[in-house]
């Protein structure tokens, strides 16, 4: 058969469902493969968006997302949605053309180096040189995508080697299993935290993973050790549980740093430094202690460096510490109890304020009470991120998309229109400022011509608010931020979706139950007020006083 056919024929193999992207003329061969196939090709506007919607279906799914773009400005087009993938542990596979290599007539014509190009933000990035070589490499690929920890990888196709003959060959798919630690490491573990007075579970993006959930929540309840997570880790254990503190949105100096700051020793599962801080720690004799649970041993760093490392599955280690644990009557919760409930009353004080623009806590909580427990909020990147971290409390995993590692602007719609198309039977709400939506808004035309029920907020402030609040917080005169829109309601219906400007909270709640209960894409552009942001994140909270 033909080598694109037999690509094709791999990635069937692999339980492929969908391709994203845009091809060229130097993957027309692998184009045709892709015709006779069970295969979907997502035709999008941009390789961005194609490389965000992949990179989201494998978060969502555990298995790879593909997607396809040609060579020169097609695959450098990628690089933004590989780093994306790869600092957020997304299990993702780029196919990219190329002009022929063993003839060629076009000189060095869009010519790029793609594949060392694409090795610092990838796991994996080689061209195929030999057609038969193609099903161990799509193997290779996709095995080392989806191991820990998930992220991207690059496959390049050849004009010519996509159309020569080769012979059908196609390796089975194992299932991968890791191992478990040994029961030194989890009685040590074990005796760490009995010993310590006020223990806390802290749990990471890396927990994110089937099986960990479950684990976690019994280890929670059985010890009765309270918890808090990190952005990308939130909805692992119900948020709802009363043993849960808060998400560490900011790196210091927020209401839950009085709980970490009290803790003599903080459990840290599934947690790694490519994600935000949740807290920094000290190299002092007496400093809180850290145990890292995860699938891979801790990067010693200035703010990480844990006093004892469980290396293997997260959810067996979790289990036999579960075990190993017993219940000690010199631990003493009242503190975080007590934080808990405090923390709950600080962070609504906002809630039921009507003023407009509205506020973003008001607009979190709107859209909070509008959604039920399974739907899906993602997320573009922008200073309401932080409110959203704060306020948005997830009863089960990966239903707050949000972006804690490369923390890139643009990937909040196409991260909808996958969330849609993995789970069609629920409700998904994509929420962008104006700077990121604009970034990838012609994914617009693609949600409406995919005939998804999507519905997108603006939080619109005519500006790129976080660095502005960064720009306030640090002393400087506002200058060079501010920056104008077009009509987004007509925006919308130009491109076949429904508009809406809502001019009070009561009207926003009103749309926005329209839209989420509603057929086709709407847009909502919610005009936002950002004024008290410096006052609460930057003047409140640096001096704030913990509760005794």
Not at 98 to 123: A, C, E, H, L, Y
Request: charged share 20%; aromatic share 8%.
């Amino acid at each position: 058969m033909k080598a694109s056919d037999l690509f094709v024929k791999a990635l069937e193999n692999e339980g492929v469902e969908y391709i994203f992207g845009i091809p060229g003329e130097e993957n027309l061969d692998f184009l045709e493969s892709l015709r006779n196939s069970n295969i979907k090709l997502i035709l999008t506007r941009h390789e961005q968006g194609a490389g965000f919607m992949a990179a989201t279906y494998g978060r969502l799914t555990g298995k790879v997302g593909v997607c396809l773009a040609t060579l020169g400005p097609g695959a450098t087009n990628f690089v933004t949605a590989a780093a994306y993938a790869q600092l957020g542990g997304m299990p993702m596979m780029m196919i990219t053309g190329q002009k022929p290599i063993k003839k060629s007539k076009q000189g060095r014509f869009q010519i790029v180096d793609i594949v060392n190009m694409m090795k610092p933000v990838t796991k994996y990035a080689k061209q195929v040189v030999n057609g038969n070589n193609i099903p161990s490499m799509v193997r290779e690929a996709f095995k080392i995508a989806t191991t820990e920890r998930p992220g991207a990888v690059h496959i390049e196709l050849p004009e010519d080697i996509a159309d020569e003959e080769v012979d059908f060959n196609i390796y089975p798919v194992r299932s991968f299993h890791y191992p478990k630690a040994d029961k030194d490491a989890i009685l040590a573990a074990a005796k760490m935290i009995e010993k310590a007075k006020r223990p806390l579970l802290l749990i990471g993006a890396g927990a994110n993973r089937s099986r960990i959930g479950n684990a976690l929540t019994n280890f929670v309840n059985e010890t009765g050790i309270p918890f808090f997570s990190t952005q990308m880790g939130k909805g692992v254990v119900d948020e709802n549980h009363k043993l849960c503190l808060s998400t560490a949105a900011l790196s210091k100096n927020d209401f839950i740093h009085c709980a970490i700051e009290r803790a003599d020793l903080i459990i840290n599962v599934g947690h790694d430094v490519i994600e935000k801080p949740p807290f920094f720690m000290e190299n002092t004799p007496d400093a809180t202690k850290v145990i890292h649970v995860n699938f891979f041993p801790s990067e010693v760093d200035d703010t990480y460096f844990p006093q004892l490392d469980v290396i293997g599955d997260i959810a067996s280690n979790v289990n036999n510490l579960t075990t190993a644990v017993s219940k000690q009557e010199h631990w003493d919760f009242d503190y975080y109890i007590r934080l808990a409930e405090d923390i709950r009353t600080r962070l609504s004080k906002y809630f039921g304020d009507t003023r407009f623009p509205i506020l973003p806590q008001k607009a979190v909580r709107t859209i909070r009470q509008t959604l039920d427990d399974e739907d899906i909020v993602t997320l573009d990147n922008g200073v309401y991120k932080i409110w959203f971290a704060r306020n948005y409390r997830c009863a089960q995993p990966n239903t707050l998309l949000l972006d804690n590692a490369l923390a890139t602007m643009g990937a909040g719609l196409p991260s909808g229109m996958a969330a849609k198309m993995v789970h069609p039977d629920r409700k998904v709400v994509a929420v962008c400022g104006d700077g990121g939506f604009m970034m990838n808004s012609q994914e617009m035309e693609t949600a409406v011509r995919l005939g998804l029920d999507l519905t997108v907020i603006i939080l619109n402030d005519n500006a790129y608010g976080m660095i502005k609040w960064k720009q306030s917080g640090m002393g400087f005169d506002n200058f060079g931020l501010d920056l104008g829109n077009p009509d987004f309601v007509k925006y919308a219906e130009a491109y076949g979706a429904t508009g809406h400007r809502p001019t009070s909270c009561e009207e926003f709640e009103e749309t926005l139950k329209n839209c989420v209960n509603g057929k086709g894409v709407h847009l909502i552009d919610l005009a936002v007020d950002y004024s008290l942001n410096h006052a609460i994140l930057n003047d409140l909270l640096a001096n704030k006083t913990c509760m005794l």
